[in-house]
């Protein structure tokens, strides 16, 4: 059993984090430039309007005086690129003008009544790049109605909406990718207890129950996170004690009965009973032999689960233990044909348990076999590899994995007559795994073959 990590891989979540970060941070940065833009553009649009409205207001005033000294002063700003003025009579014609503005036509059509002054909606430009806000008011004087038009540069506005256009185009990505970086920093930093965790969660099966997650000193939501799931896992270890402990149990209090049944049926087997009796004998000594295997094999796992079963070292001929099996096969399956090439391979290891397996894997194969078995012993890679495969039925890959899971029986074996236990190959996995060897199952066409890869001797 192996606990799989639920958690989400960290830089995932640093990457997904930072990208929202930078996200959020340029449409903040958009939507705050483009507030930033109406208001400085209505502030300085403003500021220009009241420049123009004060000019308007000193040519009405020297107009209405009749003083020329006041009219000259009045049409005479201090900055004569950025304000201009003109005085238009009734019949449309510029009488007075700033410098640079006499003789030009009129600014604007504009011919508001005395005393209510207008304002032109739109821009002038004035034969150069400089865009201007008009202001037109009618004025009554002792030598009759005039208009006067004052322009009043916007080049400050158009400038301020440049350089925040600016800013928001060449800052924004800046801004957004700096903000990223950080986040995908310190969104890491933060996730590092996560990545712990994680690793060492990878680690955690049925045989190390006792280890446990890091808990992070941050004493924040992952330190919970870590801390429930070692109280998880605590129930987890208790649990699988229990169960382990229940199995041994009662497989050792199973083998004494059995042995007597099976005692008890090999004296009735001696015995001379009719033939409906001596069926049942038959029967009942078979059945007592599968389910004392049956315990045994509870027996072993109980071991393997509770890191009991440790194999003996010592030199093992495996081409032996290959013409063994196929011995017993010629025994006890005449009409199978056994091939496979053998060569002479020496492991260190336990003889006992390396039998066991290669037992556990022609059985297997002489369960499924239509005609041909083979048992085959050779190197490869620097490795003793033993291939036992039969031309039976194929297994699909959704369960080449799924068979060497305890008590799994595909569906063309659950007959009792035929199937087995369903613990032949997870055993036979366990026993691969203790001494640093692998058991799989190789994907062929036409045949079922087992591959059992053990390091040689040195």
């Known amino acids: 059993m192996r606990l799989r990590a639920v958690l989400p891989r960290a830089p995932g979540i640093r990457l997904r984090s930072a990208l929202a970060a930078g996200a959020v941070v340029a449409v903040a940065a958009v939507l705050a430039g483009g507030v930033l833009l109406v208001i400085a553009r209505g502030i300085l649009l403003d500021n220009a309007t009241r420049t123009a409205a004060d000019r308007v207001s000193q040519v009405v005033a020297a107009l209405r005086s009749g003083s020329p000294a006041a009219l000259t002063a009045a049409l005479n700003p201090g900055d004569p690129g950025r ?5 238009v009579d009734r019949a449309g014609r510029v009488v007075a003008a700033s410098p640079g503005a006499a003789g030009e036509r009129p600014m604007s059509t504009s011919r508001p009544p005395p005393g209510r002054p207008a304002r032109d909606p739109a821009r002038l430009r004035m034969g150069r790049d400089s865009s201007f806000r008009v202001l037109a008011a009618g004025v009554e004087t002792p030598g009759g109605r005039y208009t006067v038009l004052v322009a009043q540069s916007l080049d400050t506005l158009d400038e301020a909406t440049r350089a925040i ?4 185009l060449l800052g924004m990505p800046v801004l957004a990718v700096v903000v990223g970086v950080a986040t995908f920093v310190f969104v890491g930093r933060t996730l590092r207890p996560v990545e712990a965790m994680t690793r060492r969660a990878a680690t955690i099966t049925a045989t190390n129950l006792d280890a446990r997650l890091p808990v992070p000193g941050s004493g924040d939501e992952i330190a919970a996170l870590a801390a429930t799931m070692n109280t998880m896992l605590d129930r987890i270890e208790a649990a699988s004690a229990v169960q382990r402990r229940f199995v041994a149990d009662a497989s050792h209090e199973l083998r004494s009965p059995l042995a007597t049944i099976h005692a008890n049926a090999d004296l009735l087997s001696a015995a001379r009973l009719d033939e409906p009796a001596g069926r049942s004998v038959t029967r009942i000594h078979r059945e007592s032999t599968r389910l004392a295997r049956l315990v045994d094999d509870l027996l072993l796992l109980a071991r ?27 025994e006890e399956h005449p009409e199978l044909r056994v091939d496979g090439e053998v060569v002479p391979v020496r492991v260190i290891g336990d003889a006992d348990q390396l039998h066991r397996v290669l037992r556990n894997l022609t059985d297997n194969a002489m369960r499924h076999a239509r005609s041909r078995i083979t048992i085959s012993l050779g190197m490869s890679g620097g ?26 029986r595909l ?19 366990e026993i691969a795994l203790l001494h640093d060897g692998t058991l799989t199952l190789d994907e062929l066409p036409d045949q079922v073959a087992f591959r059992l890869a053990l390091p040689v001797k040195e």
Do not use: H, M, W
């Open 83 to 87: 304000t201009v003025v003109q005085v």
């Open 165 to 168: 256009v600016a800013a928001l």
């Open 304 to 330: 393997v689960d509770d890191a009991a079963l440790r194999p003996r070292r010592a030199e093992v001929d495996l081409d032996d233990l290959v013409y063994a099996e196929r011995d017993r096969v010629a």
């Open 383 to 408: 490795r003793a590899v033993i291939v036992v495969s039969n031309d039976g039925p194929a297994i699909g890959p959704e369960d080449r994995e799924k068979i060497f899971d305890r008590f799994v």
């Open 411 to 429: 569906d063309d074996s659950r007959a009792r007559q035929e199937g087995g236990t369903g613990l032949g190959l997870s055993i036979a996995r």
